[in-house]
């Protein structure tokens, strides 16, 4: 009871920030008309995230292009403006993301933060490397050859079950723990892995049906673009904290998921 008790203390408490941020941004009222949200590649100086997602926001100008900086109401309104995504839903990962913050300022946080281990990052990623791997290897760029893994297992035709989705999961954390003698995933990590498979399966599926678009989803992965070219759409319906929770439960479901996963 007490894990399910803080979860919706803290949903309560990000349901309040993030009325208390768009009040805010209404007096502040800042002007996004003509903004450039086309995809540009990052330069070597630019920071990036473990997350394809904030990637792919950060490249198009959702958030700072540097990735620098980032406040807790950018990423909000970022992912807001591209997504969809609820603001307590942000607040609700934003606030543990920024106890990784480098900056200086509580606030704040350069995209890269978010890849130091066990704040959010975690090993068994789809696309990166495990933390404890050696140079040139890190756990915050895309590895084609981690990915390459995963590609089929997700390929299965035009959309993503929520089943291949689940599976495709277990099977690639099986693997990490087999190949990193130091691997290590904690009961909050596992559920965070599971988080981000329902984003991507809420973000480009048919609501908490699953069927994900798979050209959608590969091209976020690997070019870390929203693949408007692609035919992608921001969805007019909110993807909240409720959408992701039903996913979960859906997720885990899956018949052979392992059961320290569950809550």
């Not at 803290?10 to 002007?31: D, P």
């Not at 913050?101 to 990166?128: M, N, P, Q, Y």
């Not at 954390?173 to 990193?180: N, P, Q, W």
């Not at 990590?189 to 809420?202: G, M, V």
Request: glycine residues 6%.
């Amino acid at each position: 009871m007490a894990p399910a008790i803080a979860l919706k203390t803290l949903s309560l408490f990000s349901h309040i920030f993030a009325g208390a941020l768009r009040l805010v941004q209404t007096i502040t009222c800042r002007n996004k008309t003509g903004e450039d949200h086309s995809w540009q590649k990052p330069s070597p100086e630019d920071r990036r995230s473990p997350c394809p997602m904030l990637n792919a926001l950060a490249n198009h100008g959702y958030l700072p292009r540097d990735g620098k900086d980032v406040s807790l109401a950018r990423l909000v309104s970022g992912l807001q403006e591209s997504i969809n995504l609820a603001p307590d839903a942000t607040i609700f990962a934003g606030l543990i993301g920024l106890k990784a913050s480098t900056t200086g300022s509580a606030f704040t946080l350069h995209l890269d933060d978010l890849a130091k281990h066990g704040v959010i990052e975690h090993d068994g990623s789809l696309s990166r490397h495990d933390v404890h791997f050696p140079p040139p290897a890190d756990n915050k760029t895309f590895a084609p050859e981690i990915w390459a893994t995963v590609v089929p297992l997700l390929n299965e035709g035009e959309t993503i079950s929520i089943e291949t989705a689940a599976r495709a999961r277990r099977a690639r954390i099986a693997a990490a723990r087999e190949a990193d003698p130091k691997f290590d995933m904690a009961k909050a990590d596992l559920r965070a892995s599971a988080i981000e498979t329902c984003l991507y399966l809420r973000v480009f599926g048919e609501g908490t049906e699953g069927r994900a678009r798979w050209e959608w989803v590969r091209v976020l992965f690997e070019q870390e673009r929203l693949p408007f070219e692609e035919g992608f759409k921001r969805s007019d319906k909110m993807l909240t904290i409720s959408d992701m929770l039903t996913l979960e439960e859906k997720v885990n479901a899956v018949p052979g998921e392992d059961s320290e996963e569950s809550e």
